[in-house]
């Protein structure tokens, strides 16, 4: 009986535009993002095409993403940074021309971000376009997300935002990739019931939660996760597999973590003399990721060994074979207990392939290609071809999850940012007050409804929380919600006023420019 | 032309590099190895919002199947005035099973000025409701506010196990579905009915009806698949983008080190037989990676860096040791070369355009240091920079990114 793997990568960074400064740090998540894995997927994912393989993957594109995937002052800014990354490595290859080891690697890095431009150019900077075409030949299904990634669950009181969130995510969607998503991803595989409704509203088919709150689902679902189940409003819930989950991240068996793999951390933005690399740093003043790294990740105490892409390499092979002998046992030994083919959900950070684990995306390469060599008895699907073969499924509620530590909403309602939640709550309620006080408004008014809804879910990034709770840029995110929220506050009190200041409003438009044709209908 | 000569395999990296803090692969939102900052106090930028906005809300949430977590928004004199009246001196939080009743579950009498509280209630799948409210003198319990009813997610999987199957095609809108299966049911026709019409009317990819019914299942496949997943429920993983640095970070840690006796960690495979106590162990405890423990205490570091700069006609072809550098627009250039111990020969040489006139310089270095104690082995200081020469500063300083 064969069998499907669904490998969806989740997409997604906040929107982090900053055009009041010449160099932003924060704007690097973008930049080596693009460089280590959005630009490099996309080639991946076309000599996949090219090589005729038989392959489907699912690739969720948060409305964030694609905001500054497609800003132009976003593009001329990563342009200008893969251009000075050009610059550092040929400074690099020199630098190193008599230690072989780093010296390959900087030739490496040189060629890596040359044959990066020359791709850039040759999409015309358009990178979602490129995606957009991908999904247009079949290659790959494109998942939205919430607008601004809020987490949902935390929203269940005020449907209203709910519905102004997915509804806005939905629309987006259509005009960035010119057709309805199918597929939509529960920012932090964050699902509570109320969900649904906003969901079925926009004619979305299918969502992703964590494994227990499938397993934990009303009535029990017979298959686990092995097998969707549709809510009761008829959208279908996909598990996400344990197992596979687990081996890219088990402590005792994470992949990432080989210690012949690249290590993040070490970067010459650290290591080397501080006015030599300053020009390249993402910020003028600050230390930062440059993207050139020459060590493995080595392990033990003492000095780090240079990289050795060959032995990573082998890593790769490896890790790949192992990840699929895993897959097939699995899918025999559910053969003999199950009565219909089942699907294993895959789901990852798509920033994990490339950007964060250097090798992923090879690995993920070396996961397709053997799967294909080794005739693995499992066929790589979107959840909507699943559905489109498989039609017929147990009715069951799942249960409120997230993927984040502890399974719930511990990451993102704690004692470091338990702080938001009453402020945006507030925000919430008055903006649904105020596209109620003015059915019909006049050009200005309406820009600055639609600007208040857009400040509104900038604050509801789950990104802020989450960051307030790692601790890696705790000051920005804070910025970040105070800021919106500030600017909330004077679009509130501007229309409550009835006098909105054009050239404020015009100031915030500039600044906080996503989402173009936002209906803050939604709202009411 | 330079004669021949071997370049003794050198200049880079002299000097040990300091062991970053963090290791291993990377993490959402990462900005660089230093470990994260410890928890913050508020800042300034989140001061300046409001502390309240009297919308007079009690706002409850169910954080995980164990905690509550409950906001109220009164203006800062509403609850002075309340704290003042409370026999007490201060508010109450009283939490409810199912409804407001006069015996709440729990009371939890409430720091002065307090705007929100976590609450263990420690059961899953129950609805609460919240109360805040205070005793007054001769007056008894007076409520506040009432908050909105939540539910704790369930602690593990349902008990009920009748089971209900539906055929919903996907490539059908929802909206279709809807009415047709209102439209069959004003005409009591079965579902499948409504499909075939469905089918009729262009939607091909519909399933045939004989899929509609739920699949045969015996008892049998229920065991053996109940088997399966009971496994698979103590296997729970929770981890995104948060956990990684830190489980690798423990990993490589010294304890980790000592675990594996000083081996490579190889991946392996899975035992097949997980200890229940371990799933909780996947998941990141703190999401703030750890620090490999370091020595502390006074430091010191030091780095020799070698710099060749030059400058000749802007058209030139330059090379060092070789290699042919890039110049500036004004014709001048500057490399830089770690300098590790040791004896060292460099050749320079710039070629005109033409290609008929020529110049090379021949460059010699030694360098040589002891050391006493422990240096360079510290992480390097931000500001730490090689001095400068007037001139080369000038140069460097075109080196815009």
Redesign the interface.
């Known amino acids: 009986m064969p069998g499907y793997l669904a490998l969806i990568l989740h997409a997604h960074l906040p929107f982090v535009r900053h055009p009041e400064h010449e160099r932003f740090l924060e704007e690097s998540w973008l930049y080596e993002a693009i460089t280590e894995t959005y630009l490099p997927l996309a080639d991946l994912i076309e000599r996949w095409r090219k090589d005729r393989l038989n392959v489907r993957l699912t690739l969720t594109l948060t409305p964030t993403l694609c905001s500054m995937l497609s800003d132009p002052l976003l593009q001329s800014r990563y342009e200008r940074r893969l251009s000075a990354l050009i610059d550092l490595a040929e400074k690099e290859v020199h630098r190193t021309c008599w230690d072989a080891g780093c010296h390959r690697l900087a030739e490496a890095y040189l060629d890596r971000f040359t044959r990066l431009r020359a791709r850039w150019h040759a999409c015309d900077r358009n990178l979602l376009g490129v995606f957009r075409a991908l999904q247009d030949q079949n290659r790959i299904e494109i998942a939205t997300s919430a607008a601004t990634h809020a987490v949902l669950p935390l929203l269940g009181d005020q449907p209203a935002a709910m519905r102004g969130q997915i509804l806005t995510a939905r629309d987006h969607y259509r005009a960035c990739f010119g057709r309805d998503a199918v597929g939509f991803w529960l920012p932090e595989c964050a699902y509570a019931p109320g969900v649904e409704e906003f969901l079925r509203e926009a004619n979305l088919r299918w969502f992703v939660v964590d494994t227990h709150g499938l397993g934990n689902a009303v009535p029990r679902p017979r298959y686990g996760t092995y097998a969707p189940v549709y809510t009761p409003e008829g959208l279908a819930v996909f598990g996400r597999d344990i197992e596979s989950a687990r081996q890219v991240w088990s402590r005792n068996e994470g992949y990432p973590g080989d210690t012949r793999y690249r290590d993040f951390y070490r970067d010459i933005g650290f290591d080397l003399d501080f006015d030599y690399v300053r020009p390249y740093l993402p910020s003028p003043d600050h230390r930062g990721f440059t993207g050139i790294k020459y060590q493995s990740i080595t392990g033990g105490k003492g000095g780090k060994r240079c990289y050795n892409p060959a032995d990573a390499q082998r890593a790769v092979t490896a890790q790949a074979a192992h990840f699929l002998e895993a897959r097939e046992r699995q899918l025999a030994r559910l053969a003999e207990v199950m009565d219909q083919p089942p699907i294993l959900t895959a789901p990852y950070d798509a920033e994990l392939f490339g950007h964060w684990w250097h090798e992923g995306l090879a690995f993920l390469d070396a996961v397709v290609r053997g799967a294909l060599d080794r005739a693995s008895d499992f066929t790589f699907v979107t959840p909507t071809d699943y559905l489109r073969r498989h039609a017929t499924h147990q009715v069951a509620r799942p249960s409120p999850s997230t993927w984040g530590e502890g399974g719930h909403l511990g990451v993102w309602l704690n004692e470091k940012n338990e702080w938001i939640q009453p402020h945006l709550r507030v925000a919430e309620q008055r903006l649904t007050a105020l596209v109620r006080r003015y059915p019909e408004p006049g050009e200005l008014v309406d820009r600055a409804l639609r600007q208040a809804a857009r400040e509104l879910m900038l604050a509801q990034a789950s990104d802020w929380p989450f960051i307030l709770h790692a601790g890696t840029s705790p000051e920005y995110a804070q910025r970040r919600v105070a800021a919106h929220l500030g600017r909330f506050q004077e679009l509130y009190d501007m229309l409550m006023a009835g006098a909105v200041d054009e050239a404020g409003l015009r100031e915030m438009e500039t600044v906080d420019n996503l989402f173009p044709n936002l209906d803050w209908r939604y709202w009411r | 032309m330079p004669r021949q000569r071997r370049?003794?395999?050198?200049?880079?990296?002299g000097d040990?590099?300091?062991?970053?803090l963090?290791?291993?692969?990377?993490?959402?939102?990462?900005?660089?190895?230093t470990p994260?900052?410890?928890?913050?106090a508020?800042?300034a930028?989140?001061e300046?919002?409001p502390a309240?906005?009297g919308?007079r809300?009690l706002?409850l949430?169910?954080?995980?199947?164990h905690?509550l977590?409950a906001?109220w928004?009164l203006r800062s004199e509403e609850m002075e005035e309340r704290e003042g009246r409370a026999v007490s001196g201060h508010l109450t939080l009283r939490i409810h099973e199912n409804a407001v009743g006069p015996a709440p579950l729990l009371q939890i009498p409430l720091a002065k000025g307090a705007?929100?509280w976590?609450v263990r209630v420690g059961r899953g799948g129950v609805r609460y409701i919240a109360e805040l409210g205070c005793a007054q003198p001769g007056l008894g319990w007076q409520t506040l506010l009432i908050s909105?009813p939540v539910t704790t997610?369930?602690?593990?999987?349902?008990?009920?196990?009748?089971?209900?199957?539906?055929?919903?095609?996907?490539?059908v809108?929802?909206?279709a579905?809807v009415e047709q299966a209102v439209e069959a049911a004003r005409q009591e026709e079965p579902l499948a009915q409504a499909l075939d019409a469905l089918r009729n009317q262009g939607f091909s990819?519909?399933?045939s009806p004989k899929?509609?019914?739920?699949?045969?299942?015996t008892e049998t496949?229920?065991r053996?698949?109940a088997?399966?997943?009971r496994v698979?429920?103590q296997?729970?993983?929770?981890?995104?983008?948060?956990?990684?640095?830190g489980?690798?970070a423990?990993?490589?840690g010294?304890a980790a080190?000592k675990e594996r006796g000083?081996e490579?960690?190889?991946?392996?495979?899975?035992t097949g037989g997980f200890e229940a106590g371990e799933a909780g162990?996947?998941?990141?405890?703190s999401?703030?990676g750890r620090a490999i423990e370091r020595e502390r205490g006074f430091w010191f570091n030091v780095?020799a860096?070698l710099v060749i700069y030059g400058a000749t006609e802007p058209d030139a072809r330059v090379t060092?040791?070789g290699?042919v550098?890039?110049l500036r627009p004004d014709g001048s250039f500057s490399?830089?070369?770690?300098l590790p111990d040791g004896e060292y020969e460099l050749p320079v040489v710039a070629l005109s355009r033409s290609g008929d006139d020529g110049r090379s310089a021949e460059l010699e270095f030694r360098r040589h240091t002891e050391y006493r104690g422990a240096v360079g082995a510290h992480p390097?200081h931000?500001?730490?920079?090689?001095p400068?020469a007037e001139s080369i500063t000038s140069a460097?300083t075109d080196?815009?990114?």
């Open positions: 370049i003794p395999p050198i200049l880079l990296e040990e590099m300091p062991t970053p963090v290791s291993g692969p990377g993490r959402r939102f990462s900005l660089g190895p994260p900052s410890p928890a913050l508020l800042g930028a989140a300046r919002l309240a906005y919308t809300r706002w949430a169910a954080r995980d199947p905690w977590y906001n928004d705007r929100s976590f909105n997610p369930p602690d593990g999987p349902a008990t009920a196990s009748e089971r209900e199957f539906a055929t919903i095609p996907v490539d809108p929802f909206a579905v990819d519909l399933p899929e509609v019914r739920a699949p045969v299942w496949q229920e053996a698949l088997e399966v997943l698979d429920a296997r729970r993983v929770w981890v995104s983008s948060l956990d990684v640095t489980l690798i423990e990993r490589l010294p080190e000083g490579v960690e190889q991946p392996s495979s899975p162990g996947i998941s990141s405890p999401g703030e780095n860096e060092i040791a290699r550098i890039k490399l830089r070369f770690a390097q931000p500001r730490l920079t090689p400068h460097e080196q815009s990114g």
